[in-house]
């Protein structure tokens, strides 16, 4: 494919006719830009995403989406035509716009795991991505003469995320581990086959909708909490789902009040930590954990992580 098969206007309006288009005209700029060094055209596509000189794909975030402030606003522009159309159509006030590095694009192959709707260029800005590293234990997979790569085949075929296998230590089994070797991960080629007792290192990413990911995140909250006074000893348990109180965005996940055997909490996850709140006048949450090294005050402490939130939820039952 030549410079203009993914740098001209034409190349780019004609990718956006389906998602996979779309897809493979951004992958061939990232590798011209990161591969070959090749200093682009910069590019604003559907009033929501910047294709920089550079090869990377930028959203706009925040409150002044262009494709919302301009329903009508043509699908490519080149950053100059994009600066002369904000100035005609907002001649009397300066317009801010804020974006951030990665598109969160979903590959065309893909659907929304909630709803099942399938990705295209209409609604793949509407998207939270998550990510996550996970360990999968391999026994079962297949019968004699696996392969390393006919399970990545598998994975790839998954509709609902992408799975990409850690390249610098994708499997690990006791029998690995040596003087050299102190955890057992190694990271063979493709045509290694799976023994037992192989567990593989796993990046997962999955996208949602902006909805669907609230739904989704609802649900997952609040059986994580509910779970959590369970441990704690408490019988009666009513949970009610609030703004996030540390970061409102749309992506963070929901505080809950909960009412739990006749006391009030507010409770929610702060960045790395649990925020455990009680206003109950019979709990002084600084003196019942004095000795805790976290941080804490009258009505609040942090818990770091879900034991250390089973054990002050278990004492706050205990000492009320």
């Known amino acids: 494919m030549g410079r203009y098969g993914y740098d001209s206007f034409q190349a780019i309006y004609e990718s956006l ?8 005209l951004l992958e061939a700029r990232h590798r011209a830009g990161y591969d070959r060094h090749e200093r682009l055209n910069e590019w604003v596509v559907l009033g929501r995403f910047i294709l920089d000189t550079c090869g990377n794909t930028l959203k706009f975030t925040g409150e002044n989406i262009p494709a919302v402030m301009f329903p009508d606003i043509p699908q490519v522009f080149t950053q100059t035509e994009f600066a002369a159309y904000l100035i005609r159509k907002s001649p009397n006030r300066e317009v801010w716009l804020s974006v951030s590095i990665g598109s ?9 795991p909630v709803c099942k709707e399938p990705w295209a260029v209409s609604n793949c800005h509407d998207v939270v991505t998550e990510h996550e590293s996970r360990v999968i234990k391999l026994d079962g997979y297949g019968g004699t003469g696996t392969t390393l790569g006919m399970m990545k085949e598998l994975w790839n075929s998954n509709k609902d995320a992408i799975w990409r296998v850690q390249p610098d230590c994708s499997i690990r089994n006791d029998q690995y581990i040596s003087g050299t070797n102190k955890t057992g991960w190694i990271a063979p080629e493709d045509d290694y086959q799976i023994h037992p007792g192989d567990e593989a290192m796993v990046n997962v990413w999955t996208y949602r909708h902006h909805e669907c990911h609230r739904q989704n995140q609802l649900g997952r909250e609040q059986a ?13 348990i009513r949970l009610t789902p609030i703004a996030n109180q540390y970061c409102p965005c749309d992506s963070c996940a929901p505080w809950f009040e909960v009412v739990a055997d006749g006391i009030a909490f507010t409770i929610g996850w702060r960045k790395r930590v649990i925020s455990i709140q009680s206003t109950d006048p019979r709990i002084i949450l600084d003196k019942m954990f ?26 706050i039952r205990e000492n009320r």
């Open 17 to 24: 006719k389906s998602l996979g288009s779309f897809n493979a």
């Open 104 to 112: 969160d694009i979903p590959s065309a192959h893909l659907a929304c």
């Open 224 to 236: 994580y909490f509910g779970q959590i006074f369970t441990e704690a000893g408490f019988t009666s």
């Open 290 to 315: 004095s000795k805790e090294e976290t941080t804490k005050s009258t009505h609040e402490i942090h818990a770091w992580g879900r034991e250390k939130c089973i054990e002050y939820l278990s004492t």
